[in-house]
């Protein structure tokens, strides 16, 4: 080989190796950028969430079985359509220390979730024949 062709293979393999390191910098610039965006948003759900319709919404049905468990309540409430995110009111009911209590509620697409979990948290009268409207 030629000196300028061992020039040449030199100032190619740094472009390259310069180029490499420009381009693993970049994604990595890019999965922060796009993981920093997620948990925000994920955090602002769980905290700002907002309710699925403006009022005065639809009211919908919720009844909780002795026993339910969290996990199958939060179900119920996203079958309904009374939540979109499962997973962050999970974490409210934790975070929050929300108690959700057997009964019959009445619940509106127009509350958010910690309205709802507000609701829920309350046991209802045991003088009230339908089991308690959460009200």
Excluded: W
């Amino acid at each position: 080989m030629s000196r300028i062709t061992k020039d040449i293979n030199k100032i190619t393999g740094t472009i390259i190796g310069i180029s490499g390191k420009l381009i693993v910098c970049t994604l990595l610039i890019l999965l922060l950028v796009e993981g920093i965006t997620r948990g925000y948003d994920f955090g602002h759900s769980i905290f700002y969430q907002e309710s699925m319709e403006p009022a005065p919404g639809t009211e919908k049905v919720l009844t909780v079985a002795e026993g339910e468990s969290d996990q199958d309540v939060v179900a119920n409430l996203e079958d309904l359509g009374l939540i979109d995110n499962p997973l962050a009111v999970r974490i409210q009911i934790l975070f929050y220390e929300y108690e959700v209590h057997p009964g019959t509620y009445t619940l509106s697409t127009a509350m958010t979730p910690k309205e709802i979990l507000q609701i829920l948290d309350q046991e209802p009268e045991p003088e009230d024949e339908e089991g308690g409207t959460g009200q």
